[in-house]
């Protein structure tokens, strides 16, 4: 099976979902959304996810839109919250409407979700829907730390792991979760690709941290030291907080509370500065590990390899990437 | 059966209720809207439609309680969008927390409402659910034309009623609706009590925009002339703005574009054009006839006559109300 079937079939989905027409201000920042792209790499886990086990992936089409669907949702609502004026490149929806526009039209994403998610066969409905509400529930938990670590200068490492755990990675646990449900897969292979998608998640996380620090201008796509000039918690950003002491936490927390600088000229500090406290190491180390405990737990769920091997690929690409 | 019964149970039941624990800050909130109190209509019409058809009502107390959670979490985000100080008489969520709060609060508790709703039996859950979809997404279409409506002054009868009814009354439809539902009542029986539901919202509503003109100001319990003041586009006003012509539509127009006014002057002159022009007569007859139809289609449901009677009689106080 070329993987590129799987990507085809769900834009080709994405493009003929119908998520409601009337009042037009309601519906079209859901169709905006929608359409600004992005990698689809929820839908496609869960795709791969139900081929593990089945040639019926193509049940698994409308759920998979769902979780897409769910993630926009969590955008629309985080952009409000972060007052982001751009999502890929394009005006946020509260800015190119309004506030309550992107309130409104978010909720209705979510009983979007909740309607996709219905097309799963009636056996499996109450547990799907029970995981989806838990996983939905960790998400705004997730969310609402990331609010509440902005205002902190103490957050630890595993507090910042938990928090990136809710907030990203048990949505990519669920995504894989639903697959296996979807093809009625044995439960101890759904846990493992549970855990796996949250494991590759965590790292996927740090992986972001790391590459706004030390990512290949060319390749990277973004502003490297976006995260230093808005002093983004991080993981980089706490670890050094909790390593530094003496002359360079004075430092770091100078450029911390600098209201006016040259950009170039902070980031070239602050990364200096995680040079010296060994930070980028200690990153490549973190996230070598929460990949290896992901691909350790695909290994124990029980698949064809011929199969497993397309979401071993797909998983090693998200472990590689540059951007 | 003594109707303190149903309201006693019901109470219990969202006293008892876990919407979750960390962070605080994410379902603190929600116990504090649920704990402002209300009428608790929405979740009680769910509990005698269940009794019209079993004895078994214990079993609607979850699914009533999912009903009591949505109403609630629309509040929550619609008083962010109104601007709103107070609920209740108590400090909003956005006011007591802040705007992220609330938005954020708010998607949980729409998921919570969700696994409340999880509680139904598995052979009704999906069709539950679909309407329970279609509803929600109704009344956030009806709170976008809510919105629309602020910045227009052409709004006609007809759409003001498509809009309450999106916004108010498609869930007193569905509160009876899940309740015959879990009953496993005949489709019609349900259909009936859906429509009824409908209906009665609907002069329900009516109700209201009537009161705040010509309530008694002792019973109302608050402050008679509210809408006038806000030039809030209630029906009366709609109506006004519709049959007013020559010098009577120039003094209605120059009040609501009066900035600096006295409150009481602009509450007697508007009430007087109301006087002039009819406007208590015709929503009188409008709430007369949505009620009429409401109680038509609760007498073509099917169920024990001392059952329908404590239906009939608690619709009869919603029609009666003076507050």
């Given at each position: 099976m070329?993987?590129?079937?799987?990507?085809?079939?769900?834009?080709?989905?994405i493009?003929?979902?119908?998520?409601?027409?009337?009042?037009?201000?309601?519906?079209?920042?859901?169709?905006?959304?929608?359409?600004?792209?992005?990698?689809?790499?929820?839908p496609?886990m869960?795709?791969?996810?139900?081929?593990?086990?089945?040639d019926?992936?193509?049940?698994?089409?409308k759920?998979?839109?769902?979780?897409?669907?769910?993630?926009?949702?969590?955008?629309?609502?985080?952009?409000?919250m972060?007052?982001?004026?751009?999502?890929?490149?394009q005006?946020?929806?509260?800015?190119?409407?309004?506030?309550?526009?992107?309130?409104?039209?978010?909720?209705?994403?979510?009983?979007n979700?909740?309607?996709?998610?219905?097309?799963?066969e009636?056996?499996?409905?109450?547990?799907?829907?029970?995981?989806?509400?838990?996983?939905?529930?960790?998400?705004?938990?997730?969310?609402?730390?990331?609010?509440?670590?902005?205002?902190?200068?103490d957050?630890?490492?595993?507090?910042?792991?938990?928090?990136?755990?809710?907030?990203?990675?048990?949505l990519?646990?669920?995504?894989?979760?639903?697959?296996?449900?979807?093809?009625?897969?044995?439960?101890?292979?759904?846990?493992?690709?549970?855990?796996?998608?949250?494991n590759?998640?965590?790292?996927?996380?740090?992986?972001?941290?790391?590459?706004?620090?030390?990512?290949?201008?060319?390749?990277?796509?973004?502003?490297?030291?976006?995260?230093?000039?808005?002093?983004?918690?991080?993981?980089?950003?706490?670890?050094?907080?909790?390593?530094?002491?003496?002359?360079?936490?004075?430092?770091?927390?100078?450029?911390?509370?600098?209201?006016?600088?040259?950009?170039?000229?902070k980031?070239?500090?602050?990364?200096?500065?995680?040079?010296?406290?060994?930070?980028?190491?200690?990153?490549?180390?973190?996230?070598?590990?929460?990949?290896?405990?992901?691909?350790?737990?695909?290994?124990?769920?029980?698949?064809?390899?011929?199969?497993?091997?397309?979401?071993?690929?797909?998983?090693?690409?998200?472990?590689?990437?540059?951007?």
């Amino acid at each position: 099976m070329n993987p590129a079937v799987f990507a085809d079939a769900l834009l080709n989905q994405i493009k003929h979902t119908h998520y409601g027409d009337h009042p037009p201000e309601l519906y079209d920042p859901i169709r905006y959304i929608m359409d600004l792209g992005g990698k689809r790499l929820r839908p496609l886990m869960t795709l791969l996810a139900t081929y593990l086990f089945t040639d019926e992936w193509q049940k698994a089409l409308k759920p998979a839109v769902a979780v897409e669907v769910f993630h926009n949702f969590t955008l629309m609502h985080d952009d409000i919250m972060d007052q982001a004026p751009l999502r890929r490149g394009q005006p946020t929806v509260h800015e190119k409407w309004n506030h309550n526009i992107a309130i409104l039209s978010g909720d209705v994403m979510l009983v979007n979700a909740y309607e996709l998610l219905l097309d799963v066969e009636t056996p499996i409905l109450k547990q799907v829907l029970a995981r989806f509400n838990r996983t939905a529930a960790e998400v705004c938990e997730g969310q609402q730390l990331d609010l509440n670590f902005e205002t902190r200068d103490d957050v630890t490492e595993a507090e910042y792991i938990e928090m990136i755990k809710l907030k990203t990675s048990v949505l990519l646990g669920f995504a894989l979760e639903l697959g296996g449900l979807i093809a009625c897969a044995v439960d101890s292979s759904v846990a493992h690709l549970r855990e796996g998608g949250i494991n590759i998640g965590i790292g996927f996380q740090l992986k972001d941290d790391l590459l706004d620090v030390y990512g290949d201008p060319i390749k990277f796509g973004k502003q490297v030291g976006g995260d230093i000039i808005a002093n983004k918690k991080t993981f980089m950003l706490i670890e050094a907080l909790e390593k530094a002491d003496g002359p360079i936490k004075t430092e770091l927390l100078g450029w911390l509370n600098r209201t006016e600088f040259d950009k170039a000229e902070k980031v070239e500090a602050v990364t200096r500065i995680y040079d010296t406290l060994g930070i980028r190491q200690i990153a490549e180390t973190r996230i070598n590990q929460y990949f290896a405990c992901g691909f350790a737990n695909f290994e124990q769920v029980v698949a064809e390899p011929a199969r497993k091997a397309l979401l071993i690929d797909f998983a090693t690409q998200l472990v590689q990437r540059e951007s």
